[in-house]
């Protein structure tokens, strides 16, 4: 069974920037696209950007020019940099492979605040 560990999260003001991590546990991460996703408050869960294994990426429209996602296969982890934060984009924030794992991670938590 595959974990996934999230962590980063913080309360930050409107422009300021936090950068997630989440770490896999499992082997041949390398060949996983992965996903981060937020679900906002009252909100459902939502793509927010997807790093394929060979390292392409794709953002949601909110957050194009905003956030940045990388990996690590060396550490099996991938990033989500973000900056120029919105109290929009307050909500807990998941990782998960593409096809999603049916397990998921605690999530971390980001507020940020007008």
């Known amino acids: 069974q595959v974990q996934l560990v999230e962590s980063g999260g913080g309360s930050v003001q409107a422009g300021g920037s936090l950068r997630l991590s989440c770490a896999a546990s499992?082997?041949?991460?390398?060949?996983?696209?992965m996903v981060w996703y937020r679900q906002g408050p009252g909100k459902q869960r939502e793509l927010v950007a997807i790093i394929s294994s060979g390292g392409t990426t794709h953002y949601a429209d909110a957050v194009k020019g905003r956030f940045t996602i990388s990996r690590d296969n060396a550490k099996n982890v991938v990033y989500l940099q973000m900056s120029s934060l919105k109290p929009e984009d307050t909500g807990v924030y998941y990782c998960?492979?593409?096809?999603?794992?049916?397990?998921w991670g605690q999530g971390t938590q980001v507020t940020v605040s007008s």
């Open positions: 499992r082997t041949r991460f390398s060949i996983l696209a």
């Open positions: 998960n492979a593409n096809p999603p794992f049916t397990s």
